[in-house]
């Protein structure tokens, strides 16, 4: 009788360690076919791994320091010619599409991008109006304004990196129509894929389903007024509330007034597109 019983003491042993790896942080990184998982017992064990002072942190919205391993390492060995973008996909639904030449210019004097790990055993402060931390694994910059970093290329609750081809590539559906090449189409297109595209879908295109699409079945260009728009992208709650909102708005600091007045003739423009162009 007591063999069984050690097999059975084995076998949930066993359960209870694979259950402990199961819900351990990790971060997945993928390049075409290829993926690997990362802990955050394994990145902070990195060679690489450093303590790093952020001046002014966009997420905690002060100076901050991290444990964190330099983003452009763990991608070395990964780039493939057909990839030009890191999507970036949070716990939340938020997912980010960061040209890779801003996390390649930090070898040149330009911004640098740091992948901050969240030590299981110290774990950050919750963020402001929030129940918990940035982590496990948060994208953070140094020097951000040498590469105009914007406010929503700092990811945080990463869950996965992917490299994948430019979001005007990947969803067509998304670029201008011919002729309408305007400078402030072009110039909002770029608003749109920074700062809306991590939540919002346009005509479709898209990879989140965070908030509402943009484009269909109705332009929002068409329904809500141009002040109700501009009172959205600055405060969503002051236009309307509902159950689990999560926009929280952009201001003139991160967002200027120049900026939205080009996102919204690009929202113009693609809503006169016609469907399937």
């Not at 030009?84 to 938020?94: I, K, Q, S, V, W």
């Not at 129940?131 to 700092?154: C, D, H, M």
Request: glycine residues 8%.
């Amino acid at each position: 009788m007591r063999l069984p019983m050690l097999l059975l003491f084995a076998v949930l042993v066993a359960g209870g360690h694979w259950n402990a790896r199961a819900a351990e942080p990790s971060v997945v990184i993928t390049s075409g076919e290829e993926s690997q998982r990362y802990s955050a017992a394994t990145l902070l064990a990195r060679k690489d791994v450093a303590s790093i002072s952020v001046p002014y942190d966009i997420s905690y919205r002060r100076a901050t320091t991290y444990r964190a391993v330099p983003l452009l390492a763990l991608l070395d060995g990964r780039k493939d010619s057909r990839f030009d973008t890191l999507e970036a996909r949070a716990a939340d639904g938020f997912i980010a599409q960061i040209p890779l030449a801003l996390i390649t210019q930090g070898a040149s004097g330009g911004a640098v991008a740091w992948l901050a790990i969240e030590d299981p055993a110290r774990p950050w402060e919750s963020l402001p109006h929030q129940t918990k931390s940035a982590g496990a694994f948060y994208l953070v910059w140094e020097n951000p304004e040498r590469s105009n970093i914007r406010t929503e290329q700092w990811p945080h609750w990463l869950v996965s990196l992917t490299l994948v081809e430019s979001p005007l590539h990947r969803w067509p559906q998304l670029e201008l129509p011919p002729g309408q090449n305007a400078n402030a189409a072009r110039a909002g297109q770029k608003v749109f894929l920074s700062f809306c595209l991590p939540c919002h879908r346009l005509n479709g295109g898209g990879a989140s389903d965070t908030g509402p699409d943009l484009g269909q079945p109705m332009s929002a260009t068409e329904y809500l007024t141009e002040a109700g728009l501009r009172a959205i992208i600055r405060n969503p709650r002051s236009v309307r509330t509902w159950p689990n909102q999560t926009m929280g708005g952009f201001g003139s600091k991160s967002l200027p007034d120049s900026d939205v007045d080009n996102l919204l003739v690009y929202l113009r423009v693609m809503a006169r597109k016609p469907a399937g162009k």
